[in-house]
T-cell receptor
């Protein structure tokens, strides 16, 4: 059974801190690893990773995938209160049922 | 651009009542999904569709039915609502399965 595990489940930091969120996966015929940010309502897309070792960056956020060790990390530097959200990790497989399997999410709270 | 639109946004049902949630997307996406989100559980896939006229079961399909008569619409039905179906329901769509999915704003359903 496909599985995605995120850690920690919750995290409280102060503005300006750097955080690292973890995502490990066990997916048959792995295709891609995706990160989403969920504030009040719908999850919004952050990154999609398909190749090992290639960092993707968007402003203060970055992410990297390790296909040998089956995990990904999401880094947020110089955190701001607007980064407070649930961060969701999802993995997909090739062929057949190409659906996303989500982890339970990491709830990040950034205090002023 | 509307993207993915869900109706209704909120609903309260009595146990045993039926209802249909509507998801509409205007991005010409082939893949559509219904997820439910419960506290601490992440997003769990109910049913999905890989194209017009197709449907398939996800992780938690019991008590739900779906239909995809038109490419742009994906309906989720509850024939006899139960309190365990109290949740936030998200619809999503993607051009190709396993890649970036776009989410609707969610439907908060309470079954009393």
């Amino acid at each position: 059974e496909d599985k995605v595990v995120q850690s920690p489940l919750s995290l409280v930091v102060h503005e300006g801190d750097t955080v690292t969120l973890n995502c490990s996966y066990e997916v048959t015929n792995f295709r891609s690893l995706l990160w989403y940010k969920q504030e009040k309502k719908a999850p919004t897309f952050l990154f999609m990773l398909t190749s090992s070792g290639i960092e993707k960056k968007s402003g203060r956020l970055s992410s990297i995938l390790d296909k040998k060790e089956l995990f990904s990390i999401l880094n947020i530097t110089a955190t701001q209160t607007g980064d407070s959200a649930i961060y969701l990790c999802a993995a997909s497989r090739r062929g057949g049922s190409e659906k996303l399997v989500f982890g339970k999410g990491t709830k990040l709270t950034v205090n002023p | 651009n509307a993207g993915v639109t869900q109706t209704p946004k909120f609903r309260v049902l009595k146990t045993g009542q039926s209802m249909t949630l509507l998801c509409a997307q205007d991005m010409n996406h082939e893949y559509m999904y219904w997820y439910r989100q419960d506290p601490g559980m992440g997003l769990r896939l109910i049913h999905y569709s890989v194209g017009e006229g197709t449907t398939a079961k996800g992780e938690v399909p019991d008590g739900y039915n779906v239909s995809r008569l038109k490419k742009q619409n994906f309906l989720l039905g509850l024939e006899s609502a139960a309190p365990s179906q109290t949740s936030v329901y998200f619809c999503a769509s993607s051009y190709i399965g396993g890649l970036e999915a776009f989410f609707g704003q969610g439907t908060r359903l309470t079954v009393v």
